[in-house]
């Protein structure tokens, strides 16, 4: 079946510094991805939507020059939090879509802890 | 009124009890949906996916759409503690471009052994 890989799983960083995370789906050519936030006892939040080689979609209240975002390949995409604070401290997770399952093909990574501190 | 509201839960079964979660909707385009499990620390996986209104069984589990009442369901039979997990559903609009998934809250289970 379709995988997609996600890591780090967790990371602990320091305020005012940046990290990446990277969502590479491994045995399929993903043309959509989807990077999600989720808070404790809350849903999964769309953060932004990114097609290969073009710019990503950003849901509206989604500060884009914070949470950068390339997808590059079919099979990679990557989300940068510039400039980090603690209040960026959840759990990322990424979604690629693989258009040979059809409408239901939607895979995801096991996400990324992200730690401020 | 948030597009789609499902109780967050807990739920706390015993072994081989019958588990009912649900999730009403508001959006009338949407037309595909779908259950999610999602383990502590992991990412969601699909678990089932439905399009017209009825049920559809799989094993264990049966999915349950009643697009007059915007209302599904996903039952789980004969519970097992391996089956304690967050249950997410999800929806999707039909046509051309429509990829977003909109999630439920998510229903967090235990069954006690």
């Known amino acids: 079946g379709a995988v997609v890989s996600q890591h780090p799983s967790w990371v602990i960083c320091k305020s005012g510094t940046s990290v990446k995370i990277e969502c590479r789906s491994l045995d399929f050519q993903a043309t959509t991805m989807f990077w999600y936030r989720q808070f404790p006892k809350q849903s999964l939040m769309l953060m932004a939507t990114s097609n290969e080689g073009s710019k990503a979609t950003y849901e509206q209240g989604v500060e884009k020059d914070k949470f950068l975002i390339n997808h590059a390949s079919l099979t990679l995409s990557t989300l940068t939090v510039t400039s980090a604070h603690p209040e960026d401290s959840s759990f990322y997770i990424c979604s690629a879509r693989d258009p040979a399952q059809g409408l239901y093909g939607y895979t995801f990574g096991s996400g990324t802890r992200l730690t401020v501190v | 009124q948030k597009e789609v509201e499902q109780d967050p839960g807990p739920l706390s079964v015993p072994e081989g009890a019958i588990v009912s979660l649900n999730c009403t909707y508001s959006n009338s385009a949407f037309q595909y949906f779908m259950w999610y499990r999602q383990y502590s620390r992991k990412g969601p996986e699909l678990l089932m996916y439905t399009y017209s209104s009825g049920n559809k069984e799989d094993g264990r589990f049966t999915a349950q759409v009643d697009k007059s009442s915007k209302y599904i369901s996903l039952f789980i039979r004969d519970s097992q503690p391996s089956d304690s997990a967050t249950y997410l559903c999800?929806?999707?609009?039909?046509?051309?471009?429509?990829?977003?998934?909109?999630f439920g809250k998510g229903t967090k289970l235990s069954v006690i052994p």
């Open positions: 999800a929806m999707k609009a039909s046509g051309a471009g429509s990829y977003q998934l909109t």
